[in-house]
């Protein structure tokens, strides 16, 4: 079982670039995620979509967007990329009631480094 | 302010031994508490979900305790394996929040 998959696993960005980090999952669940981790700090939310067509802003959404056009597919997009958006990205989806209750399965993770 | 606050940040013990890891919370009103292990450079994979009527929860070798009135969690390892060797993160959903609040982690070490 795939679950969920993220593209790049690692990408180096020059200040002002942008990209599209891809996030799929197979599970067919209604919830996903974009967390950031840095480094000796806890994961913050960034967006988050209750199902296709719907996005909310997390704790830290700016300088990101995202869009859901389908169940599977929730890429995060970066535009003009900042040395304060390295970080390592990871993607979740659950698919419980509320996304307070379900568990949460994670991609392994983008490392993205801005110079 | 909701906060989730994990120790120690780091431990080392030896391959067989027990240890426990220490989670307190300050996000009210609650409704899940998570554990999750990370392994390095990998996602995040759950371990164990407790809402506030549960007091004890068990996953092999691994075996979580809530205290919902002192707002305190632990997680027990039991004869500990050089696979233990992760990050331990301690996760909090509240009931009125869409967001589950995240804790530094723990970073455990298994030595031979």
Redesign the interface.
């Known amino acids: 079982n795939a679950g969920v998959t993220q593209t790049p696993k690692f990408r180096i960005l020059k200040i002002g670039q942008s990209m599209t980090l891809q996030c799929t999952q197979d599970m067919n669940h209604n919830y996903m995620y974009w967390y950031r981790q840095d480094p000796g700090m806890g994961l913050k939310l960034i967006y988050y979509s209750v199902g296709a067509g719907i996005t909310d802003k997390g704790e830290v959404p700016n300088g990101y967007n995202v869009s859901r056009s389908t169940t599977e597919d929730f890429p995060l997009r970066l535009e003009l990329a900042a040395p304060s958006q390295t970080s390592v990205y990871f993607c979740a989806s659950s698919s419980s009631g509320t996304p307070n209750t379900g568990e949460l399965f994670f991609g392994e993770g983008s490392r993205l480094t801005v110079l | 302010k909701n906060q ?1 606050e994990q120790s120690p940040q780091s431990l080392i013990i030896l391959e067989g031994k027990n240890c426990t890891l220490q989670c307190n919370y300050t996000v009210s009103p609650f ?2 508490l ?1 554990w999750y292990k990370q392994d390095t ?6 371990l164990t ?1 407790m809402t506030f009527s549960e007091n004890t929860k068990s996953n092999g070798r691994y075996t979580a305790t809530l205290d919902a009135d002192t707002k305190q969690s632990s997680l027990h390892i039991t004869a500990s394996q050089l696979s233990d060797s992760a990050s331990y ?1 301690c996760v909090v ?3 009125s ?9 723990t970073k455990l070490s298994v030595k031979p």
Request: proline share 4%; charged share 15%; no cysteine.
């Open positions: 989730v409704s899940n998570r450079g990998r996602g995040p994979v759950s979900i993160i959903s509240g009931r929040q869409g967001n589950l609040i995240f804790g530094k982690g």
